[in-house]
């Protein structure tokens, strides 16, 4: 294992840093565009970069079923099949087996499945071969097979999880070859129950990974139980790896893991969001559908330096009426240049030492409550 | 009227020239990217001008429905609308009023239609209401309404045309603005009946235009009819004004009416085989759909400087394959770069006294007939 990571300054728990890889660096705190089928939906590499992208994230699910790990590695890996030449993290393929598969058989060895992407072929995934998968992809960040639950789910569920999940994490890293700017992490679990959290914070630690991240929150507990569980875990980790939360999340929820610790996120809600009308300001969301936009001169925000900020939001409301394919590109790269922003502003308030201060702020604008 | 044409050279009967527009100029022969509600389908405005794009065309009929002539003037017309800073032309609705719209009476007075788009209220469209909608627009080039008749027609249906064409054109011409950098496109009409065309050739030339477009063909005749009806009106235009042949056409379309004269052409051609997996290539056109393409190392064409010539023909595949947005936008940019890189090309060919010579080798590649 080969990632290295550089701890710049710390302010509280809250943590400034930069993780080298061999397609170059980028900056923590950082947030992850999803680029589910090896493209950020409905925006070019080009305007992914624009919005301050450092590292994008691609699914191994996705990816497996459709062109496939083969065809990914003849084409050379997925930064050239897609034209990302930055870092990229890949998942595990785990979650979306969860969420997206039929037939899903839990066994020790790997779990069962079937897709309907490839008209229900029955798949099954080892640790082994998600890692061999991502090893295709050539991913930067190669993530460890896990299982995530749903939550509330049993202790005694949530415990057999736990130790499932170490073994498979062993098992990944196993798996797992040694290349300079490359390097694997672990995922801790253990559901909402504090104790079976630092379990396996511990298991993962003593197994030893390039790096550690939450997984199973943001699956239906609210906002103070995912705080709670983050609080739990990252004094468990070592200070000199980044953490990451998967798939978390709003920009309340990112200040908020920030402020416990956390340095990575991922998250398809700015993109998905951008598909469906969404524009994200500092002010909070706005649906460009609303009739109330059809003849407003201003920028969806007038802090913002993307392109759509240099249009009206009649245009963008116009594009919208007309489903215009424009609208949904305007609008993701518009949404993730706000998310990339906000990182952005995170890691300087941190450098600065006034990450409470700027979160306070960030989050009075943004709701409207003092 | 005051658009300045320069008519640079001339090789045979094609014609290297520039317009000089209030939004600056374009090289002739152009080809117009049309952008129907105010934006190029698929592309950022700054996707297009890569492609080489100058000069593109916005649908009166689809923007007076939507979002209204009095909306995009509040807003400051449609360059700032749409955020495209070069010379827009704008045709007069006429020909998608009866393309598009149910319900269409011709009088004298104008054009009577309904539309889908509003639910189905009752327009009634005068050629002065066309010139004012695209004063709204703020249109660099503003066509005369006409009307286009579908062929096969009788020799008295188009006779008919031809006296009201040059009626409304009169009409159109009293209501338009004289502003510097802006002018006025007459239409010739005429069917396929070669005197009738030689006659609105004429009456068009007497009231004295812009420039002059050929309306009415590529409406279902041969690409022989086409070009014969091509060569019997450019020798009736004036030499110092440009030629615009509406909503043509195919590369080899293009050659050959710019073998005949023609200056100026717009087709959605490149645009909308862009959204349904075609691609243009020197070698002739490419169903990126096609399973050949699965594992293609190659791009779409090896000469061509496009984004999506610097992926692979497997990536193509793999994002139409998947439906991704992204398909339509690199595809559409790629197709117009074509069109663009054929026009440049072409303007060389005729600069350099070779335009048979490069029409011949072109035609070569294209079609891979010798």
Redesign the interface.
């Known amino acids: 294992m080969s990632l290295k990571f550089d701890l710049i300054k710390t302010d509280g728990n809250a943590r400034r840093g930069r993780v080298h890889t061999a397609h170059g660096d980028f900056d923590t705190p950082a947030f992850m565009a999803v680029g589910t ?3 950020i ?4 590499m ?2 992914v970069r624009d919005t301050g992208t450092q590292v994008i994230l691609g699914n191994t699910y996705h990816l497996m079923m ?2 496939g790990g083969d ?1 990914v590695e ?2 050379g890996g997925l930064h050239k ?3 990302w030449t930055g870092p990229i993290l890949t998942d595990s393929g785990g979650f979306q087996v969860m969420s997206l598969s039929n037939l899903v058989k839990m066994k020790e060895d790997g779990v069962e499945f079937t897709s309907h992407i490839d008209g229900g072929i029955k798949h099954f995934l080892r640790p082994e071969d998600s890692v061999h998968i991502q090893h295709q992809l050539d991913s930067n960040i190669t993530m460890v097979l896990d299982e995530c639950l749903h939550l509330p789910t049993t202790r005694e569920r949530a415990e057999k999880n736990v130790d499932m999940v170490a073994r498979w994490a062993q098992r990944s890293k196993d798996a797992f070859i040694d290349r300079d700017g490359y390097g694997i992490f672990g995922i801790v679990q253990g559901a909402d129950y504090p104790d079976l959290r630092e379990k396996s914070a511990k298991q993962l630690t003593e197994i030893g990974f390039d790096g550690y991240a939450i997984g199973g929150l943001a699956v239906g507990e609210t906002q103070e139980t995912m705080f709670n569980m983050i609080a739990t875990v990252t004094p468990h980790l070592p200070t000199d790896k980044p953490r990451y939360l998967m798939g978390v999340g709003t920009p309340l929820d990112i200040l908020g893991a920030v402020e416990r610790g956390v340095d990575m996120f991922d998250c398809v809600m700015p993109t998905r969001a951008g598909r469906t009308a969404q524009a994200f300001t500092r002010h909070g969301t706005m649906n460009m559908k609303n009739a109330r936009f ?2 407003d ?1 201003s920028p969806i925000d007038d802090k913002c330096g993307c ?1 759509a900020c ?3 939001r ?2 963008m409301h ?2 919208i ?2 489903n ?3 609208g ?3 609008l993701t790269q518009h949404n993730l240049w706000f998310y990339q922003d906000l990182m952005r502003d995170i890691r300087t308030a941190i450098e600065n030492g006034n990450f409470a201060e700027f979160k306070r702020e960030f989050i009075r604008n943004y709701t409207g409550e003092e």
Chains 1, 2 share one sequence.
């Open positions: 089928a090896a493209t939906k409905a925006l070019t080009d305007m459709r062109p065809l003849k084409m099949f897609g034209g059809r003849d001169e392109p240099k249009l009206s009649a245009y116009h594009l009426k007309c215009e394919i424009l949904a590109m305007l």
